[in-house]
């Protein structure tokens, strides 16, 4: 990835770690995957499960 940067009449492109960027990609997969398992592993509440059985 790259990122332009400014610098009075001077513009120039830099280019990013490639190793920093998988990192911090490694650091977001695992969060995300954190949370999506505490999410899977919670309980449905009993009234949520009660509005569903009326609709049976």
Not at 10 to 23: C, Q, Y
Not at 34 to 42: D, F, I, L, M, R
């Amino acid at each position: 990835m790259t990122e332009k940067i400014k610098a009075g009449k001077d513009s120039r492109v830099k280019a990013r770690s490639p190793r920093g960027d998988k990192t911090k990609d490694m650091n977001v997969g695992q969060v995300l995957r954190s949370a999506y398992q505490q999410t899977v592993s919670e309980g449905v509440p009993d009234e949520l499960m009660d509005l569903l059985n009326r609709l049976d």
